[in-house]
């Protein structure tokens, strides 16, 4: 059974880059077939997905963010990691990673959230 | 990107009450829909998958129906623990997207 786990900075400011890391465990993050993901969910509102990153390192990125985001994978690790670029406080969300098996499975284990604000 | 449109957005209803709640695409997507439960402070947990296939541990008073457009979550029976909000998602194409969400209230 796969477990998630989100950790990074809950404040950041406005303009500047977002970064979390999402730690898996139960499995290795460069098992076939994975894809690792990132959804958000702002204060009361609904989700939103991010992207996500296949074990090979392709990546796929919502178009609404793809200019602000790079997901990428750490194997040594069996860690993935988010950056956001050019925050304003509209990216202030709970921050969820997420696994699912194939392209089109549904998102199965998710990361219990974390909490970024954005503010000066 | 495909529009996921939930009805409704939110309900009342009692516990032993049956409720349905309905998902529609703005364009087809197979039965490539998924549905969620999120409770207060906590991650979704997925319910569904593939339109109508329940997920490991689900219990069974959960039902999911559709194929093309038209979706719909039913609860049979609804128990307390049942209360939350419920998201459906579209995995067939990118950029995934979800529902606004419908929450299930106590009566």
């Known amino acids: 059974q796969l477990q998630l786990q989100e950790s990074g900075p809950g404040l950041v400011k406005p303009s500047e880059t977002l970064s979390l890391t999402c730690t898996v465990s139960g499995g290795s993050i460069s098992s076939s077939s994975y894809y690792w993901g990132w959804i958000r969910q702002p204060p009361g509102k609904g989700l939103e997905w991010i992207g996500s990153?296949?074990?090979?390192?392709?990546?796929y990125y919502n178009p609404s963010l793809k200019s602000r985001v790079t997901i990428s994978v750490d194997t040594s690790k069996n860690q993935f990691s988010l950056k956001l670029s050019s925050v304003t406080a509209a990216d202030t969300a709970v921050y969820y990673c997420?696994?699912?098996?194939?392209?089109?499975?549904?998102?199965?284990?998710w990361g219990q959230g974390t909490l970024v604000t954005v503010s000066s | 990107d495909i529009q996921m449109t939930q009805s409704p957005s939110s309900l009342s209803a009692s516990v032993g009450d049956r409720v349905t709640i309905t998902c529609r695409a703005s364009?087809?997507?197979?039965?490539?829909l998924n549905w969620y439960q999120q409770k207060p402070g906590k991650a979704p947990k997925l319910l569904i998958y593939a339109a109508s296939t329940l997920q490991s541990g689900v219990p069974s008073r959960f039902s999911g129906s559709g194929s093309g457009t038209d979706f719909t979550l039913t609860i049979s029976s609804l128990q307390p623990e049942d209360f939350a909000t419920y998201y459906c998602?579209?995995?067939?194409?990118?950029?995934?997207?979800f529902g606004q969400g419908t929450k299930v209230e106590i009566k």
């Open positions: 997420a696994s699912h098996y194939n392209w089109n499975d549904p998102l199965a284990y």
């Open positions: 990153i296949y074990y090979s390192g392709s990546t």
């Open positions: 998602q579209q995995s067939y194409s990118s950029p995934w997207t």
């Open positions: 364009q087809s997507i197979s039965s490539y």
